[in-house]
Nanobody
Framework: QVQLVESGGGLVQPGGSLRLSCAAS????????MNWYRQGPGKERDLVAT????????KYADSVKGRFTISRDNAKNTVYLQMNNLKPEDTAVYYC???????????WGQGTQVTVSS
């Protein structure tokens, strides 16, 4: 049974930091690129960051470049999102995602809430 379980969300003040984790099980984690998405209130779900299966390449949305860092530990079947200098507009539910071959739906976690507010 495939599971992606996010953790690490919470309430943080502007300028603060959080580290999200996504623990994977039920599939060969090291063979999959991984993504972090987020969905703010009343907004669509947007791609935030991507990391290749071995971790050698990453990509970021322009809105988080220089502030967020995606990483992974294939020995622990876990992908991380380090978020620094958080802004109120980063408030969202954050989801991890494992994309699959065309025609197959990706794996999704249940999400973790991040709220940036003073």
């Amino acid at each position: 049974q495939v599971q992606l379980v996010e953790s690490g969300g919470g309430l943080v003040q502007p300028g603060g930091s959080l580290r999200l984790s996504c623990a994977a099980s039920g599939f060969t984690f090291s063979s999959y690129a991984m993504n972090w998405y987020r969905q703010g209130p009343g907004k669509e779900r947007d791609l935030v960051a991507t990391i290749t299966s071995a971790g050698g390449s990453t990509k970021y949305a322009d809105s988080v470049k220089g502030r967020f860092t995606i990483s992974r530990d294939n020995a622990k079947n876990t992908v991380y999102l380090q978020m620094n200098n958080l802004k109120p507009e980063d408030t969202a539910v954050y989801y991890c995602n494992a994309p699959r071959r065309p025609g197959r739906p990706p794996y999704w976690g249940q999400g973790t809430q991040v709220t940036v507010s003073s």
